[in-house]
């Protein structure tokens, strides 16, 4: 029996394949296109990737930001539910899961079967997430997968209040002219992410263990900023911006 998860977000398309006991292969696409085309192509990949061609499938759940429309769907299910079923599957103890994207920052809690207990979504303003995380990197003239690395050099403490993606670029900027060490802004800009996302996480009264997944959670900086503003230890699994198609893929072997 082969199963395929597949979730489009905004800024990668992602696609796991799981056979009888194993694991076979995923695959990691930029998003370039419409949604459409993003899922094709992944799909594509990821079956080349395991020797299979789609036929071989025996069922497809998918999530994210495809519509139930898709003709190469068996199933569409809600990214949360993916979210907390490829958690615990990874992670146990998994009480909570952060999964931190590129536009999107979704918090839910969840028991030990992997079922959503509670859950929020960030507003639509992206100074939480990983496309501000771009912009910043844009504004400092660095790359965006080095935030996280310099931000751990920081020695001083910086204050920052991110209300609006806007503003926190405008105050980024500020703070360069003020004269500000690029390590230090970037050491807050963790900080403010991780204490938004604590105010999201006391709403629906998270416990530990806590897991972190999506794209965001190769950020060593922000599971450092996490971890300290938490006051817990962060469970960043293997591959975490694949772990929503995981969940996609856990939940088609139930529903063969």
């Not at 990691?28 to 990737?49: C, I």
């Not at 991110?162 to 970037?186: N, P, Y």
């Not at 604590?198 to 416990?207: A, H, Q, R």
Request: net charge negative.
């Amino acid at each position: 029996m082969y199963v395929c998860g597949v979730d489009v977000g905004s800024k990668t398309a992602k696609a796991v394949i799981l056979g009888d006991n194993s694991f076979l292969s995923q695959s990691v696409l930029e998003v370039t296109a419409t949604w459409r085309e993003e899922a094709n192509r992944v799909l594509q990949s990821v079956l080349k990737k395991a020797g299979l061609e789609r036929n071989d499938l025996n069922y497809v759940v998918v999530t994210g930001g495809i519509e139930e429309d898709w003709e190469e769907a068996d199933e569409y299910l809600s990214e949360v539910s993916c979210a907390a079923n490829a958690a615990v599957y990874v992670s146990p103890s998994a009480k909570t899961v952060i999964d931190m994207g590129a536009e999107t920052c979704l918090c839910s809690k969840c028991d030990s079967l992997g079922t959503v207990l509670d859950y929020i979504v960030n507003q639509k303003c992206a100074s939480g997430t990983g496309l501000f995380m771009d912009i910043v990197a844009g504004v400092l003239g660095i790359k965006t997968d080095d935030i996280g690395r310099l931000s751990l050099n920081s020695t001083k403490k910086i204050e920052m209040n991110m209300t609006c993606a806007v503003f926190a670029e405008s105050e980024v900027v500020s703070l360069v002219h003020q004269g500000e060490k690029i390590e230090d802004i970037l050491s807050a800009i963790h900080n403010s992410i991780a204490t938004r996302t604590k105010s999201m996480l006391k709403n629906i009264k998270f416990e530990e263990d806590v897991v972190f997944i999506g794209g965001v959670a190769r950020n060593k900086g922000m599971v450092t900023a996490l971890s300290e503003v938490l006051g817990c230890k962060i469970t960043v699994p293997d591959n975490p911006e694949t772990l929503v198609a995981l969940g996609a893929a856990l939940e088609a072997k139930h529903l063969v």
